[in-house]
């Protein structure tokens, strides 16, 4: 089995930036992809960026292209989301996940979820 713990998030200015980090532990051996998901109050989660474990492929939400940077540490176990220019519709929970495929982009993706961290972009 795997496990996920996020880290990182925290209250920033629009504009500003934060680095979060997911880190795994368990049966790395049998991970295929990494990814982020998002959930505002009141709305649905969703995707925000994947990378795959061996190659290093990367996806993202268009909303987050340019903004948000994926990147994984294989040797540390670590999956990090690097994001710049916040806004504050950027504000959510945002949560680690290891996917079913190698490149997920949707929530039916993933096997396994982080507890989530709270990104708070304020105006």
């Known amino acids: 089995q795997v496990q996920l713990v996020e880290s990182g998030g925290g209250l920033v200015q629009a504009g500003g930036s934060l680095r979060l980090s997911c880190a795994v532990s368990g049966r790395t051996f049998s991970l295929s992809g990494m990814g982020w998901f998002r959930q505002a109050l009141g709305k649905e989660r969703e995707f925000v960026a994947s990378i795959s474990w061996s190659a290093g492929r990367t996806l993202y939400a268009d909303s987050v292209k340019g903004r948000f940077t994926i990147s994984r540490d294989n040797a540390e176990d670590t999956v990090y989301l690097q994001m710049n220019s916040l806004k504050p519709e950027d504000t959510a929970v945002y949560y680690c996940?290891?996917?079913?495929?190698?490149?997920?982009?949707?929530?039916?993706?993933?096997?396994?979820w982080g507890q989530g961290t709270q990104v708070t972009v304020s105006s």
């Open positions: 996940a290891a996917g079913r495929i190698a490149t997920m982009s949707a929530t039916y993706d993933v096997a396994i």
